[in-house]
């Protein structure tokens, strides 16, 4: 299984991102994808997982401004990222169920 992240940088606060996270070596449509972040000195929390039927789960520090959606046909999740604030700043790994990460992308909200 490789899990392939994109989409961070640095932005603005109050500014948007998509972070993209294109998987291969697996059958993409039945497993559950998820994004969780690891900020410096702290453990890596959830962000957001989407289910194989498209049931969302978010954590409540991001919820409404985070949407997590996927594109089976592409075998791609997505992570769009609104409303950003410092405290969103992070490492972004994404995760295939049961225990797959991707190499992690840097977002960095800062003026």
């Known amino acids: 299984v490789q899990l392939v992240e994109s989409g961070g940088g640095l932005v603005q606060p109050g500014g948007s991102l998509r972070l993209s996270c294109a998987a291969s070596g697996m059958i993409f449509s039945i497993y559950a994808m998820g994004w969780y972040r690891q900020a410096p000195g702290k453990q890596r929390e959830l962000v957001a997982t989407?289910?194989?039927?498209?049931?969302?789960n978010y954590a409540d520090s991001v919820k409404d401004r985070f949407p997590i959606s996927r594109d089976n046909a592409k075998n791609t999740v997505y992570l769009q990222m609104n409303n950003l604030k410092p405290e969103d700043t992070a490492v972004y790994y994404c995760?295939?169920?049961?225990?797959?990460w991707g190499q992690g992308t840097q977002v960095t909200v800062s003026s």
């Open positions: 995760h295939a169920f049961p225990n797959n």
């Open positions: 989407v289910s194989s039927d498209g049931r969302t």
